[in-house]
């Protein structure tokens, strides 16, 4: 190497000449005192610098060096060069004064220069920056990082195709958790976020130069900011659990707050603005790029153990779910869900923790939320849950993370569009195993317990309009089948999933314990629109049938009970009209029976049925404003009081001993004739009331749990046997040549006393053999023997109707010859076959 370097360029003769008279002054140059060898930029670049750092850079000077920057652009990467390998110098001789002015004249040219050649001085400025960063001292690392953030700012008119920022990336990341002590490390980290930020600024405007969306770029710049942004959560250390939410909630670190009125402090505190970068982060991502944002922060929490507690986890979410684009919401959701999935394993505190970060922020992403997203997130809670149950290991663990999805659940279904909750309720309803008396694990009945519990938590978000829409058939037979299921807990559930469907006036928590001061209540009453009218007389027998089928059952509580109470009282209030006053009267009287007959239930039982039955006929007089009714309801309360309280509510679980049963006092019971008169003297047609009552003897509606209806024909058979047995088909009388038959078989009072004295049970087993034997018949038997069996022997109204029509056609004229054309049996006589299922 030689020892003597030459400053003279034989390529610049011109600006040799332009300064002949100057001086040289590198003492390593070989000119001596001839300065005319010098190129005119080094002795522009050198003129800046002082004699002493301390009196700063020359302005002067500084001048002239961007006058000649601005003349000569194709000068910029000479000056940069020489500039960069004057500083590197110095930075080695450790004149770091001399290394600040140079830093500060290269911002200055990069701050005027906006030329096409700006790149070349770019490469030289970025070499410079990079200089700075690694060396060891706080201040020129600081200082590398204003000029990089100055540099990132400015807008280049073409971009540079091989510039890379790994180094930078890494850098600043490595800035972002140093240990300095003291206020050193603030600044330091501090410094390291701004570069982070500026590094995404400038390569996210521009699609041509590297790609800062790539894993390996993400997994250093995401942890480096949650490493500072989770440094107010360790003074949850030095406080108490109150005072450090407290202080929480006073620094204003809410997403959804204002931002701090004085910016200059939010930038000097490294959570803080670590929060913003954050922020402007995942705002800039686009959908390809947001799930390399979300990756390395789940990743985060997952190693250095951040689930539990969660209340960063909550924080770090909300702030993602509120920068994020509103479209790429669900996307949030759909990571959190994968990542619930990887951690089936883990503990149920760690899944508990993610579930409540869950059920925090999926009401956020609820409204963007549409068609198979929605059923996706819902199905995937729900598969999450029966998971929870089947690896059930910890019973109150799991118990929180159950709640915690349920919670999730209904958080996600509170802001939904109302057509989208009844899908929902219809689709968990499909994912409740139905209940079996036998084979029933507790496994079983824990599932459908928690299933129950999150369709309650979605029917609380939904406000019913019209019931019809609210009650499709699809969902409205599963509920009511799901109340006869045999744990009354489950029985419970369903009558407050019917209480909070139902209630549109808010009279639940008025109704919610039965009571005979139905005065003072101010229940909230308006008339029944046409649609609920034709829904309650289309649907009312299986909801009237279902709730007194749930009453037999031995196993009810007393909460059981008021449950059915509530049910049918806000059924009155909901649909007051004397359409269905009379089906509720026939329901309070067959209650009553059924208090009376029934010997499977205790007596505690009983008397909690008595005293239902009063409320009811209380609240149903005061709803119908049936004074007459109403004053006869109180004549049996006063009475009530006197000689039997216990027939009254509060409904308790034991009575006292000598508590008379109410078989005893009849005149303490509602007399059915007595209800008859009354309501006829308001003008409502009564005569049902008088028919014999379809409860308790195997009337219409819901059946037992796991039975079904045989088909349409099985209930229409059924209401003319009715009709048979009380002499009411008189079509007779009105048609012409045919005579009234009297019933082959008569209602004689043996065979009503076995119809109101047999247990339940005992019809039960019937029922099931009958099943049984049909359908073993439907499967063995030809088509033509099935046709033989269904057609009808007895059946009252086609012999009526063949009556009718033989009387008719007998008072026509016609030829021998039409007649003799015509079949033996008339087409009217011709049985359809029943429909059935093979």
Sequence with gaps: MSLLSSCFNCGEVRDVADSFIQKCSDAGCCCGCCSAFRPRYKRLVDNIFPVYPQDGLVKSNMEKLTFYSLSSPEKLDRIGEYMYQKAARDIYRKKYGFVVIAMEAMDQLLMACHAPTLNLFVESFLKMIQKLLESTEPELQILATQSFVKFANIEEDTPSYHRRYDFFVSKFSAMCHSGEEGEKKNKIRVAGIKGLQAVVRKTVSDELVENIWEPIHMDKIVPSLLFNMQVIFSIRKKYSEVNFYRYFQESGFHSNETPNENPTEDEDDPPMLAETCMRELVGRASFGHIRTVLKPVLRHFDLHELWVPNQFAIHTFR???????????????????????????????????????????????????????????????????????????????????????????????????????????????????????????????????????????????????????????????????????????????????????????????????????????????????????????????????????????????????????????????????????????????????????????????????????????????????????????????????????????????????????????????????AVCEYVKSHGIDASRLLQTSPYGAGGPGIVAAGAHRNSWIDTARGSITELAGVNEVDSAASSPGVQRKVPEEQLTFESMKKVLTEPPEVRKEAEAERRKNLSHTFRTATFSELIRRTQPKHDLLQNKLNEIFKSLSTNETRSPSEEEKKPTVPTYEQNFPELFYY
Excluded: W
């Design 319 to 673: 702030i993602i779910m509120f920068s994020i684009q509103a479209q790429y919401s669900y996307t949030v959701v759909e990571s959190l869900m994968a990542h619930l999935d990887e951690n089936c394993k883990s503990s149920a505190s760690i899944r508990t923790s993610i579930a409540a970060v869950l059920s925090k922020i999926i009401a956020i992403a609820a409204g963007e939320s549409v068609g198979p997203t929605v059923l996706e997130i819902i199905n995937s809670l729900l598969s999450h849950l029966r998971d929870s149950v089947r690896n059930c290991v910890s019973q109150s663990e799991e118990k929180q993370y159950q709640e915690a999805l349920i919670n999730a659940l209904g958080e996600f279904a509170n802001h939904l569009p109302d057509y989208q909750k009844i899908e929902i309720m219809m689709f968990i309803m499909s994912k409740i195993p139905f209940p079996l008396v036998d084979n029933q694990t507790p496994a079983d009945n824990l599932l459908q317990s928690i299933l129950l519990k999150s369709l309650l938590k979605v029917g609380t978000k939904y406000q019913t309009i019209h019931l019809n829409t609210t009650f499709p058939v699809s969902f409205l037979e599963p509920l009511l089948r799901m109340s006869l299921a045999p744990d009354s807990d489950m029985r419970l559930l369903v009558q407050k999933i019917l209480h909070t469907l139902i209630d549109r006036h808010h009279n639940l928590d008025k109704l919610s314990k039965p009571t005979v001061e139905i005065a003072d209540l101010e229940l909230v009453i308006e008339k029944s629109s046409r649609p609920d009218l034709i829904f309650i007389n289309k649907h009312g027998p299986i909801i009237y049938d279902a709730l007194y089928t749930s009453l037999q059952m031995d196993t009810n509580t007393p909460e059981n009970i008021e449950a059915i109470y509530t049910t049918l009282a806000l059924l009155c209030v909901e649909l007051s009209s004397g359409e269905t006053v009379i089906d509720l009267l026939q329901l309070v009287l067959g209650i009553q029976n059924l208090a009376l007959t029934n010997n499977s239930l205790t007596t505690a039982q009983k008397f909690n049925l008595h005293a239902l039955v009063v409320c009811l006929l209380v609240l149903i007089s005061n709803v119908a404003n049936l004074k007459s009714l109403e004053e006869y309801a109180s004549q049996i309360i006063e009475a009530r009081r006197q000689e039997a309280p216990h027939l009254l509510p509060e409904f308790m679980v034991h009575y006292p001993s000598n508590s008379e049963g109410a078989g005893k006092v009849p005149h303490l019971l509602i007399d059915q004739m």
